[in-house]
């Protein structure tokens, strides 16, 4: 599944979830915002912490590949040379 189409689902769940929670909201305007405000803060900094994993992942895995392409170009220069 492609990574920004997860996150772009994410972000339109959390404003859908805010837009109903002001609208089905029993306690006062007041505490309603900072309600929402926090729980916003907190997916917030959820997709954040998931961001920085995807993108610790990607760099690992394009070490990885790196990695495996010098030895691959390693094994081809042994094999010209008669080594």
Same mark, same amino acid.
């Given at each position: 599944?492609?990574?920004?189409?997860?996150?772009?689902?994410?972000?339109?769940?959390?404003?859908?979830?805010?837009?109903? /929670? %002001?609208?089905?909201?029993?306690?006062?305007?007041?505490?309603?915002?900072?309600? @929402?405000?926090?729980?916003?803060?907190? &997916?917030?900094?959820? @997709?954040? @912490?998931? &961001?920085?994993?995807?993108?610790?992942? %990607?760099?690992?895995?394009?070490?990885?590949?790196?990695?495996?392409?010098?030895?691959?170009?390693?094994? /081809?220069?042994?094999?010209?040379?008669?080594?």
């Amino acid at each position: 599944m492609d990574t920004g189409k997860v996150l772009l689902g994410a972000l339109a769940g959390v404003v859908v979830g805010a837009a109903l /929670g %002001i609208l089905f909201a029993p306690a006062k305007g007041v505490k309603t915002r900072k309600r @929402i405000f926090k729980k916003g803060k907190f &997916y917030v900094d959820e @997709i954040g @912490i998931k &961001y920085n994993e995807l993108t610790d992942e %990607i760099a690992k895995q394009f070490e990885t590949a790196k990695e495996e392409v010098v030895r691959a170009g390693e094994k /081809g220069v042994s094999k010209v040379n008669g080594l």
